[in-house]
């Protein structure tokens, strides 16, 4: 077993705000529209959001509904008032199968399915279960299907429901209403794992791991991790090659749809609390807590049965979420040294960068012709809807690696040299993330008083923003 830990280019080495904006305050004013679930189909992004004041979908507060966007400000527009009046329906669980975009929205029944085409007409109940709330959940398609929890027919929660596409769906127990799945699933050799309450096992086993076969209809257990009664808290089902990673009482484990091939991964032994877990380029990313530094960006190798720590965010929780793949590149979410809101971050496998330090609470983040969006708080509009294009990164190093500090250790001055278009101001902070000093630029230097230790020093031009490690003796 080995283990190899990084450190990793963090907020003191480079911090570049590039080109995050906002593309549209939907709720006109500080509230914010709060958009979620966003999802890209047939050309558009779709996506729910709350237009509270009503400017933007008819001078009307329909509450939480369904929105979609071209990319641009004008075309970004309400679609469907789902559930009469202004509690709204808040869509969610989007999924595409067969070529058509469903989600679950409270209509006036309850809980349902809906399909959509992105214009009002098309937008219309699925219902899978007529006049039956369905309330359905965590869908993953396997064999021309899709798998969801919900509420069958006879009213027990969290049953498997399988849907074709028709009308209407089934229970996958088809004898008895005994399953109660807990989580979301992951497909495997052409069956279903899933953390779940068994019935006909509840004598003897609590909830744990178990599979579906499709072919048979049969729910099997895997093995019974908490033995007798205790359950094992399953989550984050994620498949990579021939094997199914989960968390399991705060640990990694890994399973190959067997009971002894069932195990914790020993190689991330040192590391718990893991969450948040995605598959890129057959590693798997997640978020972890060695005890020293909390909630990190790790990943696990697979094949060399390594484990990298990619992050060490200093006196902070880094809480690394919402991943999503672009040109070589993991952009997420997460914390920096300065503050406890999510801005927006990418990884190369080995180290992380900050790409901007305004916009925070970063969350559903989506591709979109070869841009980023994604909910965020400029700190004035509340969570509307922002985007970031990559391509402008290399402008912004440009403009970083124009810039150069010194003397670094510094002791009472600092010179800063750049081809600055406009006149720069300066921000200083301390390890904690404490802005202790502002100012403009004044001959290219900043004179201090500052304690000997660690500071970030952010210099501002224009639209431009980096940050610069400085060490004063």
């Known amino acids: 077993m080995k283990k190899n830990y990084f450190l990793s280019l963090l907020v003191f080495t480079s911090i570049m705000s590039a080109q995050v904006a906002e593309l549209k305050d939907i709720n006109d004013g500080s509230s914010g529209s709060n958009p979620s679930g966003m999802i890209v189909f047939d050309g ?99 064999d021309g299907k899709v798998y969801m929890r919900g509420i069958s027919t006879n009213g027990d929660t969290n049953d498997l429901l399988i849907f074709d596409g028709t009308s209407t769906a089934v229970n996958a127990n088809s004898t008895a209403n005994d399953e109660s799945i807990l989580s979301s699933m992951a497909a495997l050799n052409g069956k279903l794992l899933m953390y779940a309450n068994y019935a006909p096992d509840d004598a003897t086993v609590d909830n744990e791991l178990y599979e579906f076969d499709p072919a048979t209809g049969v729910f099997t257990l895997i093995k019974d991790i908490d033995p007798g009664t205790a359950n094992s808290s399953i989550s984050n089902l994620t498949t990579i090659g021939t094997k199914v990673y989960f968390e399991a009482d705060n640990d990694l484990w890994e399973t190959d749809g067997t009971e002894t091939g069932t195990i914790k991964v020993n190689t991330a032994n040192s590391v718990s609390s893991v969450s948040n877990f995605h598959e890129w380029n057959g590693n798997l990313f997640f978020e972890g807590d060695d005890g020293t530094n909390d909630d990190q960006l790790y990943v696990l190798n697979p094949t060399a049965d390594t484990l990298t720590n990619i992050s060490t965010i200093s006196g902070n929780n880094h809480d690394p979420a919402d991943f999503v793949e672009y040109n070589g590149y993991l952009y997420y979410s997460g914390q920096d040294a300065a503050d406890n809101d999510n801005h927006l971050f990418r990884t190369d496998g080995a180290t992380i960068e900050q790409l901007d330090t305004i916009i925070k609470d970063i969350d559903d983040i989506v591709v979109y012709n070869n841009k980023l969006y994604f909910e965020g708080d400029n700190g004035t509009d509340g969570n509307e809807l922002f985007t970031f294009n990559p391509a402008t990164l290399s402008i912004d190093r440009a403009f970083e690696n124009s810039v150069s500090i010194y003397p670094n250790p510094s002791t009472n001055f600092i010179n800063v040299r750049g081809n600055f278009n406009e006149v720069a101001n300066y921000k200083m902070y301390n390890i904690i993330g404490k802005n202790i000093k502002n100012g403009s630029l004044k001959n290219n230097v900043i004179n201090h008083n500052l304690a000997p230790g660690i500071y970030l020093l952010k210099l501002i031009s224009g639209d431009k923003t980096i940050s610069k490690k400085i060490i004063v003796k």
């Open 44 to 142: 558009k992004i779709y996506f729910a959001a709350d237009d509270g004041s009503g400017v933007n979908s008819g001078d009307t507060d329909y509450g939480k509904e369904l929105w979609v966007s071209d990319g641009t400000a004008a075309g970004t527009t309400f679609v469907k008032d789902i559930k009469t009046g202004t509690s709204g329906s808040s869509p969610r669980e989007f999924f595409i199968f067969n070529n058509q975009l469903y989600f679950t929205a409270n209509d006036d029944i309850g809980a349902n399915l809906w399909v959509t085409d992105g214009t009002n007409a098309g937008t219309v109940s699925a219902e899978i279960y007529p006049e039956v709330n369905e309330s359905v959940q965590n869908p993953i398609e396997l």
